[in-house]
């Protein structure tokens, strides 16, 4: 009896990593080779390159198999899912309440739009960033248990 | 829930290892379910009862506190 996955293969955690070292090392060149304002343009492209490949790495990394991808692997992933939602919920509703409270006793404050905005397509990187580190730190605080 | 799973393997003469190889899990899970920090699903309980020889219910039982 088995149940379908969604997640990829295992390899595709592999390419993820390879992925985010290669975005990481385009920007890296982007920052030593095209700092002057003649290559502006360049270092533009080169930047748009690296969060695109960035974006697909977390994608990958996120989203794939463990090497052995078992039911207790299955269930702290679940977990880490639900943390994130607790995490993400509480903020939003922090979020609301300090609006809420800054409009009744400061009238004159004026949310910035390009924060917002930052804020809502930071938002899937900040998810999966989250649920992946959460993720792995459970799973790496169970085989520290298991060598105790 | 409790179980027997580590007295088992040691009548046995099996490595964690190798009894995880046997039922399709990681070694950890196998360590987690004999030190009682991880329930296993049914179908895996049912795994390891059949690997073992033995009725689920002679590997694991309920605890008091279940």
Request: proline letters at 3%.
């Amino acid at each position: 009896m088995k149940n379908k996955s969604l997640l990829m293969p295992h390899r595709c955690q592999i390419i993820g990593w390879w992925l985010l070292l290669f975005a990481f090392l385009v920007d890296v060149i982007k920052t030593i080779f095209f700092r002057d304002l003649a290559s502006m343009e360049t270092a533009g492209s080169l930047a748009r390159a690296s969060s695109i490949l960035f974006l697909v790495s977390l994608f990958f990394i996120c989203l794939s198999k463990e090497k052995v991808e078992d039911e207790m692997i299955s269930s702290l992933r679940l977990r880490a899912v639900g943390i994130t939602a607790y995490v993400f919920f509480l903020a939003f509703l922090l979020h609301s309440l300090f609006s809420v409270v800054s409009r009744l006793f400061f009238p004159a404050f004026e949310p910035n739009l390009y924060v917002y905005e930052l804020a809502l397509l930071c938002l899937p990187i900040l998810t999966a960033g989250l649920y992946y580190v959460i993720f792995r730190g459970m799973l790496w605080r169970s085989r520290k248990q298991e060598a105790l | 829930m409790k179980n027997t799973v580590k007295v088992e393997r040691a009548i046995l003469d099996i490595t964690q290892q190798q009894l995880a190889d046997a039922i399709g899990v990681s070694r950890n899970t196998v360590n987690s379910i004999e030190s009682g920090r991880y329930v296993p699903s049914t179908v895996l309980a049912l795994k390891i009862a059949r690997h073992f020889g033995k009725p689920t219910d002679a590997i694991f039982q309920l605890d008091e506190n279940d």
